[in-house]
């Protein structure tokens, strides 16, 4: 990108410790002077919040990176769905800039505004290329789906298989945006647990959140005969090397549906793979996974497969460092391409792990997350620190045998 990467940096780093008081400058401002744009919004702003932030984030740690044109790209054509417009892309670009300015106090200069001007100007043109590219190849804002199965597991999971209306394609691996009537204007990303199948359906295993306003609606209240919006696939974990190569999955709670569909792809297309796959859940009860895992295991006899859990009684994440004790008994990390999917806790931890054993980092594939909770950034103030602690972080203990629908 042909802005001054280094000034845009040192003028964030001050914005991020301030990030609080950005976002909520940033979205009074936006609010206020264009009255019509607050309805484009979710009721619930502070998952939104969030993501503004991770999105800049990504764009300022990217500046020098070739694919974050692909990224912008992608970003517009996924926009489409909140009907964005060049207007509300102007009047978005006006409020970030004033926002900017007042969390940056002197770190505000005259040429800091110049390229962050410049900067946002490029990141419109890139995400309104991606989304004219979508329009004019004919793909639709979204696609409705219909719910035509929901299984329960337990009291927090649920598997839906939707048909969506119009031909919908996906590489395995990759995750949707979802929107139900039920939680209005709020998206969230789902990976999709099959490779593509002749009648088009597509299974997505929903974890539900404590708290969380879809993911209850999507587990506890959605059935078949409901419709559902998916928005245009996207995710990273498409990367494909070479049939022969050695491969390590590694999946963890629902991030079991991704690898699900990389595994039933490669049964497919190459059913002599070498290599290994670690299903790891909190509790035995909460492997729903494992008659499936099993059946693939008979049509990948190359497969060697561990199921790793939490020992009764002891916290969830026993079961990852369970885990991690088993990746350090294995050999040949140089040699393996990996895939990881599962909280983003795990995959950082994890993350690191492989790459003490050896593991390139070219060769592990996982989705960027987006962050859990509040702000990561840390408070500048004590004052801030009181004003927004760290959210408590707790998980239901409950089973998740399959249930009768
Ligand atoms: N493409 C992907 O990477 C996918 C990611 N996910 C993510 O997986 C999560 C699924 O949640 P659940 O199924 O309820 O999983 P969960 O909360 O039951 O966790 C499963 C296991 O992950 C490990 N874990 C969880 N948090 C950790 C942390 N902070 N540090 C280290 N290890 C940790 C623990 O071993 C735990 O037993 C969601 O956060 C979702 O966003 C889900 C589907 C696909």
Redesign the pocket.
Known sequence: MPVDPQLIRSTFAVVERRAEHAVTFFYSHLFWNNPGVRGLFPEDMAPQRDRLFAALTHVVTHLEDPALAAYLGHLGRDHRKFLASPALYAAVGESLIGAFAHAAGSAWTIEAEKAWTEAYGLVVELMQAGADEAAGAGEPAWWDADVVRHQRYGD??AVLTLRPRQPFPYLPGQ?VSVSSLRVPRVWR???IANAPRVDGTLDL?V?R?PGGAMSTALVEETGPGEVLRLSAPG?G?TARTPAGGLRTYI????????VRALLEEAAEAEPDLEGRLFV????KD?LYGRPDAEALKERLPGLNVTY???APGRR?????ER?IHALQACEQWPAHEVY??????????TVEVLTELGTGPDRVH??T?PA?GRFTVRPSTAAERLLGPPQL?W?NPEAREPREP
């Open positions: 927090s999971l995750y990303t789902y990976s295993h974890s959140i995710g974990l999946c963890a709670g629902t991030g079991w549906a991704p790891v859940a909190r509790a909460h790793i859990t939490a969830r994440d026993q079961a990852t885990l990881l999917a599962g909280p983003p806790g795990f995959l950082t931890e996982h989705d997350l859990v972080q998980h």
